[in-house]
């Protein structure tokens, strides 16, 4: 299953899937699920997680600046702080939007 269309409605991430279903994704819960090792650390080959302190995010930090996508795999969120490292993929952002 992939987005047919996402768009941005609020302080939300509307995306509408090819099963027909549909999702919103607030911005700050987006942020807070960054995939990218900056965010969430990475593992070594030997199953050891490396990362570094958690950074403080500001308002900034929730504000979504743009949305790239990436291949036919993921998408690339832009935000007001700088940040754009995160690669959400489809399978990562479907599981995003249905987590309470």
Known sequence: MKPVDIQTIGSELAIKWSDGQESYIAF???????????CKGEMDVMGNLYKGPDLPLKPESFQLRGVS???????????GDGHNSGL???????????VA
Not at 88 to 98: D, G
């Open 88 to 98: 959400f993929t489809f399978e990562y952002l479907r599981h995003v939007a249905e």
């Open 69 to 79: 996508w990436v291949g036919t795999y993921a998408i690339q969120p832009s935000w």
């Open 28 to 38: 700050e819960k987006l942020r807070r699920a960054c995939p990218c090792a900056g």
